[in-house]
């Protein structure tokens, strides 16, 4: 009587086991399709999402299919209507690039452009002019309305990083031939362009580039990284003043006005510039976002990723919000900040 029982609990066990799991399995498979579709790094990326666009889609509905590469994204605010919008390039072979213009808030399409013109700079000029170019013209589309109107001088020459501080627009870029540093000053109606080049210090930098440019109010950062995952260094001024005597110095990094932080190297050719510091994009133990003090070179603190295979980031200047497009499902996210 007693093993009779026995084996009527057994198998009263064992019904209850097989859909327990079950459930294993389909939470084993669901969660293998997460990763599949590019969401293994839900929840901790998507639970900051404030908006997200399905850009691949938006894209054939302008006649864009099959391979393309998002080379660029832009937060610039309009310094008219005071809108915020995105700016995403978009490269394709054997196609002038696009350029399409976003809601900051919930990136809804505004605007699309196609023109041969379109670089990756798209910065806000003298004129309160949106304005981006490439080596021949450059192309300038109003804060407003959201026209656009080509004009052949300045091109935009050696991959720039440009500002405005008041009436004149500045196009900053280093030559790797020369290690010298370069900036040109453009008035109304990118008049102007008196150029002056000076080297960065006694040693040759011919693995380096001029990845990002900060400014805002008068300190102006610049941020170098080398392709040979040498360290990074966040050169800064504290204001134009500074900027330009440093020119007038036997080297960039001599002058007394300059500030040298160093930081390790960012992969992929990382690296962005905000308000609150400075963020690479790591590969080391884990795959990191990693945020520095851009004064001191402190690490501050870091969001980890569990993927980024074919991904890419940018961060607004203000440093509240961050872009994650995601280029195997094709969907762009817009993120709050993890600090």
Not at 26 to 39: D, R, V
Not at 90 to 114: C, M, T, W, Y
Not at 233 to 245: A, E, G, R
Request: net charge negative; with cysteine.
């Amino acid at each position: 009587m007693v093993a009779h029982t026995i084996n009527r609990l057994s198998g009263f066990r064992l019904t209850l086991l097989i859909p327990a799991a079950l459930l294993v399995v389909l939470a084993m498979f669901t969660l293998g399709s997460c990763q599949f579709l590019g969401m293994d790094m839900f929840p901790t990326i998507l639970s900051r999402a404030e908006a997200v666009l399905d850009l691949k889609a938006e894209l054939r509905g302008v006649g864009v299919t099959g391979e393309y590469k998002v080379t660029s994204m832009t937060f610039l605010t309009s310094p008219t209507t005071g809108t915020k919008y995105i700016f995403v390039r978009i490269s394709k072979i054997s196609e002038a690039p696009r350029l399409l213009i976003l809601n900051a808030e919930d990136l809804s399409v505004k605007k699309v452009f196609q023109n041969p013109v379109i670089g990756d700079l798209i910065f806000i000029d003298m004129e309160n002019y949106f304005v981006t170019g490439n080596k021949n013209y450059h192309l300038r589309i109003n804060a407003t309305t959201l026209e656009a109107g080509i004009n052949e001088t300045p091109s935009f020459q050696f991959y720039p990083q440009g500002f405005t501080e008041g009436l004149t627009s500045w196009l900053v870029w280093y030559d790797s031939m020369t290690f010298s540093l370069h900036y040109s000053p453009y008035t109304a109606a990118w008049g102007g362009g008196i150029q002056a080049s000076q080297v960065l210090d006694s040693m040759s930098h011919s693995d380096w580039s001029l990845q990002s440019l900060y400014y805002e109010g008068s300190t102006i950062r610049l941020f170098f990284n080398s392709i040979n995952k040498g360290p990074t260094h966040i050169v800064s001024f504290q204001n134009t003043t500074d900027f330009i005597s440093a020119f007038s110095s036997p080297n960039i990094f001599a002058y007394t006005g300059t500030t040298v932080v160093t930081i390790p190297s960012g992969d992929d050719q990382s690296g962005w510039l905000t308000r609150n510091g400075a963020i690479i994009l790591t590969h080391d133990n884990q795959t990191r976002l990693v945020r520095y003090e851009s004064d001191s070179g402190k690490e501050l603190d870091s969001f980890v990723l569990n993927d980024t295979e074919n991904t890419r980031f940018t961060f607004s200047p203000d440093g509240k919000k961050w872009l994650m497009y995601d280029g195997r499902t094709g969907k762009l996210h817009l993120l709050r900040t993890w600090w």
